[in-house]
């Protein structure tokens, strides 16, 4: 696109070849003859660009100077251009190969955390004494609190008269138990028999017996 022509200035938008997932980066030139040109360099600068950082801008620049000192004295703006072209494919690459290492490097890092999840951590000697000392510590911290809650039940576990003090009407509860049972206790008589009806044998007939006697000392 030309945009003047004293002095003769043009802008060329140059673009990459499609990169992954048809990508592309791209930038814009803007060329200015000098009075001399070609035997000195043009004026040159990047008006605009897409998907470059600035390390990217920078390389393109430094390209540029490079290319316009080595063909001076030669019409070089098709040079320069291809230049740039091909430096453009070259940053679609590394982008490219960056994509990829950091695909790969995800998927070791979810291989071995799977490795991890199913062989765990190897034991040694360190971290093993690590642990016993911290389930140890968790172990005692356990039983302090259990002692203290039992220490707390037992203190607030109320005896028979604080019982009676803070309830009084377990004072009269026996006795209204017995009045409202009044007169009406049944008795089962078969579980009683007349002393007569009980086969008790005399002492006297029991071989075993032997009877002390009464009157010595």
């Known amino acids: 696109t030309v945009l003047s022509e004293k002095p003769t200035t043009f802008t060329i938008t140059v673009t990459s070849e499609a990169g992954e997932n048809d990508e592309t980066v791209q930038t814009t ?19 605009s660009q897409e998907n470059l950082d600035d390390n990217d801008v920078m390389d393109i620049i430094k390209l540029l100077e490079r290319q316009a000192e080595e063909n001076l004295g030669m019409v070089m703006i098709f040079t320069l251009v291809s230049a740039v072209q091909e ?7 590394q982008i490219k190969t960056r994509r990829e290492e950091e695909k790969k490097q995800k998927e070791r890092e979810a291989e071995e955390e799977e490795k991890q999840r199913f062989h765990g951590t190897p034991v040694t000697i360190e971290n093993f004494l690590n642990w016993k000392a911290k389930f140890d510590a968790e172990l005692l911290e356990i039983k302090r609190k ?12 109320l005896s ?8 009084h009407n377990l004072d009269t509860s026996d006795i209204q138990f017995l009045e409202e049972a009044g007169n009406n206790v049944e008795v089962d008589e078969s579980l009683f028999q007349e002393m007569d009806d009980l086969e008790l044998e005399d002492e006297e007939d029991d071989p075993d017996y032997n009877p002390v006697n ?4």
């Open 29 to 47: 030139l803007k060329f200015t003859y000098r009075e001399k040109y070609p035997d000195e360099t043009p004026l040159y600068e990047i008006v």
């Open 87 to 93: 430096k453009l494919n070259e940053i679609v690459d």
């Open 146 to 157: 259990k002692m203290k809650e039992e220490e707390q039940a037992g203190k607030n576990k």
């Open 160 to 167: 028979g008269k604080q019982l009676f003090e803070m309830d």
């Open 214 to 217: 009464l009157d010595s000392d």
